[in-house]
């Protein structure tokens, strides 16, 4: 029985999960069942099984049982059975079904199951997930072989986990010396309790004997998972709901857990207080501090959480009041269980979970904490340190790289225990983009050239101009990803150049040559040689010209019946943003059509929309209002046969679904 995470912690009962359906006490099986007695449950509902008596309930509730205190080898033998006699289960058994073949390296059939459990939950952030990252396992291959792990020294046959390190001290949970706790037999009982133990750090990486490290008589609860101020003076910690010596209990009657901070007064913790978004009838747990110690990061089933446990963050406010706790979000959070965060001092946010493509169990990942409080991309941190089996509660020193983890491994000293590792390589995979701009005919290289970099969501990363000599770079860019590089310049065409990055750190080389765009020859033309990316050559500009035709965009950019611009779009408008930068003498005329279908007052109210739409995304763009007019046109200016009543096909009505940008004064 393996203590790791919120919904299965054996010594503070089993958090987070809710229970599918109205569960009845019509046994003894049952009632330990709901009583999160899964050890007995364990215990009688095998004893039914012996004597013939079998159902779906039955082996749900079994499978559940194990899979609930972590022993998923267990589980996987009564889900098997489960899925022989009904395979049309609900969604969250497939989830479960799949964790438990991961568990005993069978990836092939975990990847089947999970395709069913796509089909079923389409709209689970977790399939989301599935679908993006087919290639998870080459992914977290490419992260993996970056740590090398050792036993800490101080685990014993119990449950040892939830490390932190104070005064050169590891701090850690320990059910030892708590009254004979077994691993199949355990039954809570408020007679054995996790208590908090203390071991000094030798220079070699070793550590002395563990001892308790606060003495209290009479104990009635169970702590865990500490973490300390830089100054030492305060500490936040995890506890049974136990406040002035009585138990708490939630509607169900059963006792969840709190966070508590305590202050350091004459070398004694003392002043012990719950914290204020603490309650019954919901767990908080397993606290973590931002690098200014100005939020707490915690884990919760709180309400409004997206699955059985997310992670929380509040601010902690200079009066020593909190203000309101914060869902992390779909960036972190999914269905299932994210616990245990850690934030280091590279505010980077570690955080176990099993909602996420993994190994098995819950693994740990990792996810940069943004300066606008964002979360980067979410990483496995990869093998050793995450496995078939769970392991959590991950720590790290980001002078040193060295640091401390929990698992259940089966290579372990009991049933959780904690290992200690150094970190060999970053995570971190960065790659400086550089190279040369130049002319496509002469090939004389080119200084001040606009080069904006752009990611595969249109996100502009950044922008910088090619120096004297032609050179630039772009400095230490993600490995792994697409980009383009979008070039403009005085009197050259604007060109965008499609870059995919290896998933190496390194260098990716990439020369931009530019077509040339000469000047207005007269007042009223200006002679192109080409223009944008396409190799087609087209004759002079002149007042009249369609700029979006010019330049080769697409010209609808709108949903259907929408008149709000595409972020896909953005892109393309962002080309006549820079051509009316290049020549400001260029007016534009934005004007908008729609295709047949709808009613002609409504087709030119969107038109009109659309258009004033246009002409305002322009405008935020830094172009001048005086140089852009812009009206909608309905459908009265067809450029095929689809009028009212004429049967055509989608594409014929897109012909009509138009935007131009005819260009007015030179």
């Keep these: 029985m393996r203590i790791k995470n919120l919904s299965y912690t054996i010594f503070f009962l089993c958090f987070f999960f809710t229970i599918n359906g109205q569960t009845t006490k019509t046994t003894n099986a049952d009632k330990k069942y709901e009583e999160y007695a899964y050890a007995d449950a364990i215990k009688s509902y095998e004893e039914l099984i012996d004597k013939g008596t079998t159902d779906e309930k039955i082996l749900r509730r079994l499978g559940n049982s194990y899979y609930f205190i972590g022993e998923l080898r267990d589980a996987l033998k009564w889900y098997d059975q489960l899925f022989r006699i009904n395979e049309a289960q609900e969604s969250e058994y497939l989830y479960r079904y799949a964790q438990c073949f991961k568990s005993v390296g069978n990836y092939r059939k975990a990847d089947e199951i999970l395709a069913k459990f796509n089909e079923k939950s389409a709209s689970d952030r977790r399939a989301d997930l599935i679908r993006a990252e087919k290639n998870y396992l080459e992914d977290i291959k490419s992260n993996s072989g970056r740590y090398e792990i050792a036993d800490a020294g101080m685990n014993s046959s119990y449950s040892d986990y939830g490390s932190t390190i104070y005064d050169n001290k590891i701090i850690f949970t320990s059910a030892r010396d708590t009254g004979g706790v077994a691993k199949n037999s355990f039954k809570w009982t408020n007679k054995a ?120 963050k509040v601010s902690i406010n200079e009066n020593g009041t909190y203000g309101t706790p914060e869902n992390l979000g779909p960036s972190i959070n999914t269905e299932a269980r994210e ?218 950019f ?41 009613s002609d007052e409504n087709n030119m109210i969107l038109s009109e929309k659309r258009a004033q739409s246009t002409k305002n995304w322009l405008i935020q763009k830094g172009i001048d209002e005086n140089r852009l007019t812009a009206k909608g046109y309905g459908e009265t200016k067809l450029v095929n046969r689809c009028a009212d009543g004429v049967k055509c096909t989608e594409k014929q009505h897109e012909q009509n679904r138009r935007s131009e940008f005819i260009i007015t004064n030179l």
């Design 558 to 598: 709108f949903d259907l019946g929408k008149a709000t611009i595409k972020k896909t779009s953005e892109p393309q408008l962002q080309k006549i943003v820079d051509m009316l930068n290049q020549y400001p003498a260029i007016k534009l005329d934005i004007r908008s059509h729609t295709d047949s279908r709808q």
């Design 339 to 556: 616990t245990f965060p850690f934030i280091s001092e590279e505010n980077e946010i570690y955080f176990a979970s099993d909602g996420r493509p993994g190994l098995g169990g819950l693994d740990i990942f990792v996810s940069k904490i943004k300066d606008d409080g964002t979360f980067d991309e979410v990483q496995n941190i990869g093998e050793p340190i995450n496995g078939k089996h769970d392991d959590f509660a991950f720590i790290i020193n980001s002078k040193n790289r060295n640091g401390f983890f929990s698992s259940n491994r089966i290579s372990g000293h009991g049933l959780d225990d904690v290992y200690r590792f150094t970190e060999t390589r970053k995570l971190v995979c960065e790659q400086d983009l550089t190279g040369f701009v130049a002319d496509a005919e002469s090939n004389k290289l080119l200084s001040n050239v606009s080069l904006t970099l752009i990611d595969e969501n249109f996100n502009t990363i950044s922008t910088i101009v090619s120096d004297e000599k032609g050179n630039y770079i772009f400095p230490k860019i993600k490995c792994g990803k697409k980009y383009a590089i979008r070039a403009s310049k005085i009197d050259y065409g604007i060109k965008e150049i499609p870059v995919a990055i290896k998933k190496l750190n390194g260098t990716t080389t990439l020369e931009i040559l530019m077509d040339k765009m000469f000047k207005p020859m007269t007042a009223k033309t200006i002679d192109v040689k080409k223009v944008s990316v396409s190799p087609v050559k087209i004759g002079a500009i002149k007042v009249g010209t369609d700029l979006a035709k010019l330049l080769h965009i697409p010209m609808n």
């Design 193 to 312: 309790f996790s208590r908090l133990y203390v071991a000094e750090l030798m220079p070699d990486g070793n550590v002395s004997e563990p001892k308790i490290f606060i003495k209290k008589k009479n104990v009635k609860y169970n702590e865990s998972t500490p973490i300390f101020t830089k100054d030492g003076r305060t500490m936040y910690f995890t506890r049974n709901n136990f406040v002035d010596g009585k138990r708490g209990k939630n509607k169900e009657q059963v006792t969840l857990l709190k966070l508590f901070s305590a202050n350091l007064i004459n070398g004694n913790w003392e002043n012990v207080k719950e914290l204020p978004f603490n309650s019954d009838q919901y767990s908080t747990a397993h606290p973590a501090l931002s690098v200014d110690e100005k939020t707490l990061y915690f884990a919760s089933d709180m309400p409004g959480s997206v699955g059985q446990s997310d992670l929380y």
